[in-house]
């Protein structure tokens, strides 16, 4: 048995989900807790590593016995009251939100169907400190004919396409394909600009660059043409720069089965 974890996470004083040995990681705080509250070696895997300062809405992890020897009936707190025992025993900026139990065979990245990323930019002419590292502060408005350009930029994105020229430079993945399935501009009620984009999968960086690239457009610093000539050729040098981490955020992530997910 496995107990899959749906997680909320202010990533601004960490260096990103995967236990590093220099620096503190948000998978590190996970084992040390979870061993503390059950009494036993945990090991904790989780469904994507996230760049350092990166936040969570949905982020999924397993949870699991280090050991095989501690047997299958390993978890004394019901499932559906986990997230208020484990809560108690981790800092305030990461919360359990739900639990479900899961098979042994299953993979918190390898079952993933699809994610789903979303960058958060304000555009008021004065930087707002609630917001600082929380979302981007672009110091221009972005009119209703820019998000128009933005939304005509998400529509290239989709689709499957080689994203080298959306990854960041000496990167060491070797098959930068990836299918896109959904990429929208939206301006949010509380005046916020939201960029979300779903995929089977994204190359480090690739979702701050798409971000930066569309500022770039909207700016006037690249052309369409450019994101266009990026896709077609992966050409890292015609796309955007790379938006901050602090805007950035994980906020859905679909499986092959459905996940009962338990939180009362």
Partial sequence: MKILLKLKFDGSAY????????????QNILTDSFSRVLGFPCAVTGCSRTDSGVHAKAFCAALAPADI????NWCPVPISKFHRVVNR??????????????????H??????????E?????TPARDPFLNGRAYHAVRRISADDEILMNEICSAFVGKHDFSGFMAT?????????????????REPDDILVFRVEADGFLYNMVRIMTGTLLDVVYGSRSLGDVLTAIRTGDRTKAGFTAP??????????????INWLAE
């Fill in 108 to 117: 918190p990245r390898y079952n993933v169907i699809s994610k789903e990323y």
């Fill in 170 to 186: 000496g990167s060491k993945i070797t098959d930068p394909v990836r299918t896109v399935f959904n990429a929208s501009v939206r």
């Fill in 119 to 123: 960058y958060r930019i304000y555009d």
């Fill in 69 to 72: 020897r501690v047997g299958d």
């Fill in 89 to 106: 025993f981790l800092p305030e900026d990461i919360s359990v939100i739900g639990a479900a139990v899961v098979a042994d065979d299953f």
């Fill in 15 to 26: 260096c990103g989900f995967q236990a590093q040995a220099n620096g503190r990681a948000i």
């Fill in 245 to 258: 981490s602090a805007g950035l955020y994980l906020s859905n992530v679909l499986y092959d089965r459905e």
